[in-house]
Each structure stands twice: as structure tokens, then as C-alpha cells.
């Protein structure tokens, strides 16, 4: 009987050991450091490479790889559970180097790259001496790929890209995009883009600004708005075949979905603590606010909703590890990715509540974690999309009745048990 919820006590040990650096080592980094992708920093550099060579030294570098890709092959479960503890600072998924965006286009040059690709792209990605981005989304559309124009067209041993892509996560910092073109504009829409590696120095990649989210805080975003102008690559620079762009994307849009919902089952967490310290220390009419009903509703409904998200994440995770094929598991990714920020904007919110005016402040994480929830509802594919995804592949499993009654109408399923069992009982007239 394989139904377990216990993690095994040699694995929790490694977690132990993650929890306590991540508290001690990592977090402080949130406080002191810019951006965490900004690798090239000298600060950055100065103070993350000694933690990267501890989390290596204790092997639990890029944990979700394979053992020949670096990586421990612990799959996505354990990832997961990882996962919970990285997703607390902005800098942890660096230092154990399983970050995003770098986690899923590693994934997707190791499943689809050459070898030559491999070594000079996927092997810096995979040792944390560079990162990526990856460029799919048009300023016209991104939630619909078949609205994407970038185009790139073959000339002689080159392509030849045009085009604008938008919020292109970490374009500035980036040693290469991986992107997303137009090659056969005439395709049935799945076959008509192709994936590339673009290095992020080429001539023409323009970077028009860097976007930021929130509140205008003046400061430069890392959301790229990259203008590509005659940008001209080698032709073994396409990954993956021609026209299979969108199943490239697809690998890795899967990935990346499941890891953020990982992570932010960590802020969840986060806030949820948070809101259970401080109405065990608030006192307002003579008691604690933990004795107010009102707020007992507060931390019930967000245990609730956090355990449940929890097990949907850890269930999805499973069954990835147990398919091997994110296809196979799509509707559990979509499921995950529709529920997370809501989960997290509701539990956010009532920890920014129960904190009031301090809680509004910019003293308390709460107002960052709220815009954060919301940008989980957007990025990686809006809400609507998935609960679409998912209504569809539930419906499935599903057919219609051509009959004028649904078949668990009431009179016709007490007609059938009669016609099953009526013989065998004593039957009054009105008494059933
Ligand atoms: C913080 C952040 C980081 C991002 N990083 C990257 C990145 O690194 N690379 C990248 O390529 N992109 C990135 N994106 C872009 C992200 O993937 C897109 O924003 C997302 O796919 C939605 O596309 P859009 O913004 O064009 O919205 P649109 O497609 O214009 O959709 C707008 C709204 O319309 C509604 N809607 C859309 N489709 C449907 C539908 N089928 N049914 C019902 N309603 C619908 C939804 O409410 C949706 O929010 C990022 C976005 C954010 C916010």
C-alpha cells in the first residue's frame, strides 16, 4: 500500500541542514544584496560563491538534475519539499542553483541541445557562472501564442531575427535568451516557431528598457523589452528541430510552473507564520487576537487553504516523477497554477490584516508578498488559461447522456434498485 505522507528520515536531515543554512546563510542576503541574478556583481559574487561552494561541497547543488548534468536526480518530489524552504528568500534558488528561469532552459538544452550547445551554454548555466532568459512573450500578446510575430528567417548558414519580445526576465543580466520565432508562417499554428539560443552580445539585441513590477520605485527592473533589429545567429544555434518550438516551450513551461508553485508554497508558509506570531502577541480589548473569533477564522481558513495547496503541489510533483512527462501530468500543473495565487494573496492578505497599519507598512514583507501573488496569476500563463486547460482535461473523462434525464435522476435510479432488490424485500405500498 504506496500512500505515504512521512519524508524519509535521511532525506529530512538534508532538509534540516537546508532550513538551518537557508535561515543563518541565505536570507541575510535578502537585506544586503541587489538582484539576485545579477551574477556578474562583484558584491554578489563576493558574498554567494562561498555559499554556492557549501551547498555543491554538501551535494545539494541543482538537486533536480541529472547525476550526469551535475545533479543529484533527486526529481520533482523531493525538489518540492526542497523547494518549500528556497522559496522563503530571493536568494536561495541561486545558491542551491535551481533558479528561475535558468532551472527550465537547462532543462530544455539538456533534453534538446546538441553537444556543442551543451558545452557552451548548458555547462556555465549548470556550475552558476552565468544565467539566462528566456523570450517569449510580444508586447501584442502573450497569453496566445499564435498572435507572436517575431520572425526569424534562414539566410545562407544564419537566421536572421526581427522582432519584440517583452518581459524577458533577467534580459540585462543574461549571457544568452533563449527564444521564440516565427520560422514558417504558413504551418498549422503548433509547427510554425522554432526555439534559438541567441547570445545576448549579438548585434541587434536591444534591450529598449527594463520593466519593473509594482509601485514606480525608481528604480531599473530586470524585465527585458528586447527589440531584436537584423539579429544574425549560425543556424545550429535553433534548439530542438525547426517548427518544434512550441513543444520546446511546453517542456519547460511545465517545469517552470510546478517550481514556482514550490517555491511559493514557501511564502505561503511564510506569511502564515508570520500571522500566527502576531495575534499571539497583539493584545487589543483585553486579549490576545488570538481569542477573537473573527481572526481564529483567519488562521483556520489560511492553514486550510495552505495545507490543501500543499498537498496538490506535492501530489503533482509525485506524479510528474512517477510519468516522466509533463504532458502526461498537465491538468495537475494547470490545477496548481490556477489555485497558487489565489491561495497566496488570501493568506498574504490576512497576515498583512491581522499586522494593520505595520503590516501596510514597508517595515513587513506583506505588500510585496500580496503583488507577488498577483503576479503569480499572470506570469507563466494567466489563470484563466489554466482553469480552461483544466475544465478540458477533466471533461475528458466525461461524456454527455442522450437521454431527457441526467443518468443519477432520482426516480430512474429508485426504479432500477426495485427492479435489482424488490423481490427480496417486503414491500409496502408508500413505504419507500
Ligand atoms: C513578473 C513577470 C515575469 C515574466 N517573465 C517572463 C519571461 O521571463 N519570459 C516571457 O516570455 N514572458 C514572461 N512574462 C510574461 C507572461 O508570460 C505573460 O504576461 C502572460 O503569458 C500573459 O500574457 P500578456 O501579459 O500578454 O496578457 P494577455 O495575453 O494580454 O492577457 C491579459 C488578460 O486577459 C485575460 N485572458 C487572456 N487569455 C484568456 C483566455 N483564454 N480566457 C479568459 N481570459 C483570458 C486574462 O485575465 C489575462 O491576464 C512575465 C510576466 C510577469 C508578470
Redesign the pocket.
Known sequence: MAWDFETDPEFQTSLDWIDAFVRTEVEPLDHVLGYPHDVQNPDNRKLVKPLQAKVKEMGLWACHLEPELGGQGYGQLKLALMNEILGRARFAPIVFGCQA?DSGNAEILAKYGTEEQKERYLQPLLDGDIVS?????EPQ????PTMFTCRAEPDGNHWVINGE?W???NARFASFLILLAVTDPDAPPARRMSMFIVPRETPGVNILRSVN?GIDNGREGT?GYVRYENVRIPADHMLGERGQGFVVAQTRLGGGRIHHAMRTMGQIRRAFDMMCERVLSRRTKGELLASKQLVQAMVADSWIEMEQFRLLVLRTAWRIDKHKNYLEVRKDIAAVKAAMPKVYHDVAVRALQVHGSLGMSNEMPFTSQVLNSL?MG?????T??HK?TVARQVLRGYQGTDKLFPTQHLPALKEKALARYGHMLELEIGNL
Open positions: 528561469p532568459s528566456f523570450s517569449m512573450t500578446g502573450g497569453s496566445d519580445k518581459f524577458s526576465s513590477v524585465h503576479r499572470i506570469v507563466d500563463g494567466p484563466e488559461v480552461v
